[in-house]
T-cell receptor, first 111, second 116 residues
Framework: QKEVEQDPGPLSVPEGAIVSLNCTYSNSAFQYFMWYRQYSRKGPELLMYTYSSGNKEDGRFTAQVDKSSKYISLFIRDSQPSDSATYLCAMISYNTDKLIFGTGTRLQVFP | GAGVSQTPSNKVTEKGKYVELRCDPISGHTALYWYRQSLGQGPEFLIYFQGTGAADDSGLPNDRFFAVRPEGSVSTLKIQRTERGDSAVYLC??????????????FGEGSRLTVL
């Protein structure tokens, strides 16, 4: 079993839809949770960063962490075609500097 | 430079050959990471440097893979006796400090390695 599980998609939604992206994990030592966005043939770029449980909002993006369920989510409101990319969840534990990524979910927002 | 620079952007080689991939991190970033990303997969951790020393090399798949960062800036990932299974995009990332504190790794665009 992988430490971080993520549905690879693809996920196809119309412009303006609310998108929900999710990851589950098995390592209870994970304390820092991130979402990265990766466009085709580019490196990942950090979108959201959350420490421990709770919600964090940034514009159209909301990140949620539920440590009791070992489940994290990213919501995208009013999705745009420019949001079309692969979304990677990533986690790091308190006792290591090694960022562990999920498989990535490919999102396509069509006009 | 403004971002993480990786060269070459593309490398095609034959099975059994030796390959070097170079990473030039953001100026002043002390932490440097190498990841490998296969098609349809997320980045897989290979090795992490803090300064000149390898702080964690637990992700290197075998002894054909080696990385150096002799002056605490530029890093080179070296792959000996390449195999077709080594074909992937090799990503380099740098961070101002250890990733655990901020999680913000700045990635380069990667070196796409194809082993024929």
């Amino acid at each position: 079993q992988k430490e971080v599980e993520q549905d690879p998609g693809p996920l196809s939604v119309p412009e303006g839809a609310i998108v929900s992206l999710n990851c589950t994990y098995s390592n209870s030592a994970f304390q820092y949770f991130m979402w990265y966005r990766q466009y085709s043939r580019k490196g990942p770029e950090l979108l959201m960063y959350t420490y421990s449980s709770g919600n964090k909002e940034d514009g159209r993006f909301t990140a949620q962490v539920d440590k009791s369920s070992k489940y994290i989510s990213l919501f995208i409101r009013d999705s745009q075609p420019s949001d079309s990319a692969t979304y990677l969840c990533a986690m790091i534990s308190y006792n290591t500097d090694k960022l562990i990524f999920g498989t990535g979910t490919r999102l396509q927002v069509f006009p | 430079g403004a971002g993480v620079s990786q060269t070459p952007s593309n490398k095609v080689t034959e099975k059994g050959k030796y390959v070097e991939l170079r990473c030039d991190p953001i100026s002043g970033h002390t932490a440097l990471y190498w990841y490998r990303q296969s098609l349809g997969q997320g980045p897989e951790f290979l090795i992490y440097f803090q300064g000149t020393g390898a702080a964690d090399d637990s992700g290197l798949p075998n002894d054909r893979f080696f990385a150096v960062r002799p002056e605490g800036s530029v890093s080179t990932l070296k792959i000996q006796r390449t195999e077709r299974g080594d074909s992937a995009v090799y990503l380099c990332a740098s961070s101002q400090k250890a990733g655990g504190l901020t999680g913000e790794l700045f990635f380069g665009e990667g070196s796409r390695l194809t082993v024929l």
